[in-house]
């Protein structure tokens, strides 16, 4: 009896609708946070036993010239592409937030890169940017410049993949920004154009404040992006030419699964986290500061 | 308030993908100046697809031409047939489609479980397991790659298509949009549903889950997009050419085929249909899931 | 016999509210229960625990003479009519009916009867193909009720039922209601905050306040009796006008108002008076100096509020429709006429009231001391 009544709590219906997926987080989500974080005290190549090294591994990198250099180019990338992502995404859906004809290929237009995946994006803009032979060199040849060697050049391949990247996410940017431009409410401009503010004038003291939680959103999430970057380092560069793409997620990559240094690849790894939990909470700070929040 | 307007307000999202009208004064032929940054915008956003298009008709000597040619002389379609001979696409194509199916029926019915748990039954530990459920959602997957790998390979699944179905089966993002909707839902129609005679499971999924369409779609393209566009994880786990996915495959055939411009162009052109296809068809869901979530592959 | 049996039924919230407090009572079967309070007096958490939607802290609650404490709702056999009907918007009006009997595997040949007789009796058999959404309010609370009905169940809970509907619907659905009952005699309870629904529906009330029961009754015998100050103040409209007074040698003093009232112990009082037990008062009877306010001519009578010396008592009630209502050191209450009789603003009259229609309440407990005979 008493067994039968705790069957039929709700404490075990919950675990037992709770359970499969919770399982599933803990296995490839909980377990793999602290596992990371006991390798990263280890050495180990993924196939022996783990040897314990303390904080060898965190005491090697500041002394690791191939970190430090992934680190000045994700902190270029990430310099460069949050604004420019974030920006170009406010002014798409700015221009994009009004009822002309053609809105609709418009919006369409701007909107489609988001669901192009990463590798897909990176074909394109590969043969978009071939240096003999691609639309990118002839169009800027028109102006007098070029021709570049975009993705085979040192100087430039970095900057030739933030803009791939800010092509493929300002669609994204904009879609958030256009959602929270529609949640203005029309009294408010309304009201400020009767008080004989000029369109600029509303735009920058109503309509940005208005988007604040929009942009410290993206402005978060384009960050941690950018720390995060690999998929197109990796398939357009692999890092090059020589060092002058390599970021740390690609570094950590090719550590564990190329030259099984896995615990040195580990401590890499928790180096990003706890950068990206600074980051965040310093931008999160400020923007509790600059941010209004409407009730 | 009518329950049926409550329930399509707690979904209330803007109504992005709405037809936008023509100019509010009913006069079609005023011009406005936003044109003028909205075309070149516009245009810039799609000469890339656009050219990948025309390069992917044409022939090989036409690639090695600059200036480039614009317009091809013919159409030649014998490049995707190429495509179709020299790589397993196919199988490819075959195998996304199975982990992305399974994947998105997983979260579809382990979020919606404990979503729902997470929601409406108060069990034991419940508020501390939420909260550790959330902080994943915080985790990079860089982070957790390694170990997430080694337990792959503990349970015998790498090169297999289990290795990117098993551990994505649930996601903390699915659960909590779920829940979050879930509490919106007026609680006395699953109270009526209980004293009807219907069990938790039958609350659930007779009288919550049809009342979560939106909600389910959003979650449904989001993990769609994500699991379809997904490389490191195949690239960590995939060996065998007939395991690949799409994304995978094209790196590989990428490689294969440097030079072959037009191939690889048309390869590009079918691995980016099935998405737009689908993007095009589930526009309203697609945007209504970007817009609140804020998640790509 | 199934009828439904509270035995010191008590329910604490985690964080110490007591919504109920050892809730002791019995309905019979087959009987029309009120349970009737300001709100949060406990009374919906009670139906909720009957329901099963809430649990029982400590107490039994007996169907028939079967506990139900820890027997699921879908097992309990006991329908329920929300406040706001809580119909199943993705379903027709059909499946709305046939859910519960569906859920409980009965047989489809049976559940069409049922859900075509239920609906034939309540009217909405054109409404059967609609989606709650298409349905005007009146016909929602019709389905609500069908959908309740057509599982025959063991006992019905209305929760406030009518609060959603306007004023001239929720009359005619009240006589409704107490029709449907009649004729199938269900045990049922109903929970409502509004007075005039626990006088007219009921054949017994419950008067709730601070999760205590105050006072169990036909519901004229509570009008007539009232056990404390609070019934006395909840139930009736215009309320029961409350003077606070002096009670010594048999005779209770309040403002320019003395009463004798033979056999009353010395000590503060406080003397309930009906409005429509104040009448103008005749030479030689005791009576209070009554100064004209506000006429509301009704119809069939007329209600005048104005103010009497004294000091005015505000029963205890919790509802927030129940203000102090003091103008210096006058009272102000309000009082019942016939149509004839219409005083206009300004007036002065003096007001009398037959000694035997005077309830008495003790100044400190609030109990009754003296009840008035009808």
Known sequence: MNVRRIMRSDHVAGWAFAFPAVALIVAFGIVPIVWSALMSFQKTN???????????????LPKDPLFKTSIVHAMIYAALFVPLSVGGGLFAAVALNRRIRGIRFYRLAVFVPVVVSTIATSIMFLWLFDPNFGLANWLLGKFGLG??????????????????????????????????????????????????????????????????????????FSTINAIQVFDEVYFLTKGGPGTATYVPVLYLFTLAFQQGIAGYAAAIAYVLLVAILILTVIQLWVGKRMVYYAS | MSQASEIRAGTALPALEEEAGRDPRGDRFVFSWWHLVLFPLAILMVVPMIWMVITSVETLNETRHFPPILVPSGIRWQ????????????????????????VVAGNLLFCSLAGYA??????????????????????????????????????????????????????????????????????????????????????L????????????????????????????????????????????????????????????????????????????????????????????? | ??????????????????????????????????????????????????????????????????????VSPRDRDIAMVFQNYALYPHMTVQRNLAFGLKERK????????????????????????????????????RVAMGRALVREPKAFLLDEPLSNLDAKLRVQVRGDLKRLHQRLGI???????????????????????????????????????????????????????????????????????????????????????????????????????????????????????????????TAPSGDDEVLPRLAGDRAEITTKFEPTLRPSPGERMRLAIAPHHVHVFDGRTGDVIVQATA
Not at chain 2, 236 to 262: C, E, K, S
Not at chain 3, 2 to 28: M, N, Q
């Open chain 3, 1 to 70: 016999m199934p009828g439904l049996t509270f035995d010191h039924v008590s329910k604490e919230f985690p964080g110490g509210t007591v919504a109920v407090r050892d809730l002791s009572l019995a309905i019979a079967d087959g009987e029309f229960m009120i349970f009737v309070g300001p709100s949060g007096c406990g009374k919906t958490t009670a139906l909720r625990m009957v329901a099963g939607l809430e649990k029982i802290t400590s107490g039994t609650i007996t169907v028939g003479d079967r506990v139900i404490n820890d």
């Open chain 2, 79 to 102: 490049n995707y047939t190429d495509v179709l001979q020299r790589a397993p696409f196919a199988r490819w194509f075959l195998n996304t489609l199975v982990v992305t199916v399974v």
């Open chain 2, 205 to 297: 999924f007779k009288i919550v889950l049809p009342l979560s369409g939106p909600v389910l779609a959003t979650v449904a393209v989001i993990t769609f997009l994500w699991t379809w566009n997904d490389f490191l994880w195949p690239l960590v786990t995939i060996y065998n050419p007939d395991n690949m996915t799409l994304q995978l495959g094209l790196t590989t055939f990428q490689g294969a085929h440097q030079t072959n411009t037009h191939l690889l162009m048309a390869a590009n052109v079918m691995s980016v249909l099935p998405v737009l296809f689908l993007f095009f068809g589930a526009q309203r869901f697609f945007i209504r899931g970007i817009a609140t979530s804020g998640l790509k592959g």
């Open chain 2, 118 to 203: 997470f929601a409406r039954i108060k069990f034991f530990g419940r508020d501390v397991v939420f909260i550790l459920v959330l902080a994943t959602l915080m985790i990079p997957f860089q982070v957790i790659m390694i170990p997430t790998f080694l337990i792959v390979r503990k349970l015998g699944l790498i090169d297999t298509l289990g290795a990117l179905i098993v551990p994505n089966l649930a996601g903390a993002f699915g659960i909590f949009l779920l829940r979050q909707f879930f509490r919106s839902l007026p609680i006395e129609l699953e109270e009526a549903a209980r004293i009807d005679g219907a069990s938790r499971l039958g609350v």
């Open chain 1, 46 to 60: 993924l196939l022996s036993t783990p040897e314990w090294i303390g904080l060898n591994n965190y005491r090697a």
């Open chain 1, 147 to 220: 021709p570049f060697g975009f993705f085979t050049s040192s100087d430039g391949a970095l900057y030739s993949i933030i803009a791939m990247t800010v092509w493929g996410w300002i669609g994204f940017d904009a879609i958030i920004y256009l959602a929270a431009l529609q949640g203005v409410p029309q009294e408010l401009l309304e009201a400020a154009s009767l008080d004989g503010a000029r369109s600029w004038s509303i735009f920058r003291n109503i309509t940005l404040p208005l988007l604040g939680p929009a942009t410290l959103f993206l402005v978060v």
């Open chain 3, 187 to 313: 045990t049922t309870i109903y929970v409502t905050h509004d007075q005039v629904e626990a006088m007219t529906l009921g054949e017994r009330v419950a008067v709730l306040s601070n999760g205590v029961l105050q006072q169990l009754g036909a519901p004229q015998d509570v009008y007539d009796h009232p056990v404390n100050l609070f019934v006395a103040g909840f139930i009736g409209s215009p309320p029961m006008n409350l003077l606070r007074a002096e009670a010594k040698a048999g005779v209770a003093t309040a403002g320019d108002l003395s009463l004798p009232m033979a056999g009353l112990p010395d000590g503060d009082v406080v003397l309930g008076l009906r409005p429509e037990h104040l009448r103008p008062a005749t030479d030689g009877q005791p009576s209070t100096e009554f100064q004209v306010e506000v006429v509301e001519p009704l119809g069939d009578g007329v209600i005048v509020h104005g103010t009497v010396s004294g000091t005015l008592v």
């Open chain 3, 106 to 141: 009965t047989a489809k040949a049976e559940i069409e009867r049922r859900v075509a007789e239920v609906s034939a009796m309540l009217g909405i058999d054109d409404l059967l193909k609609r989606r709650p959404a298409q349905l005007s309010g009146g016909q929602r609370q």
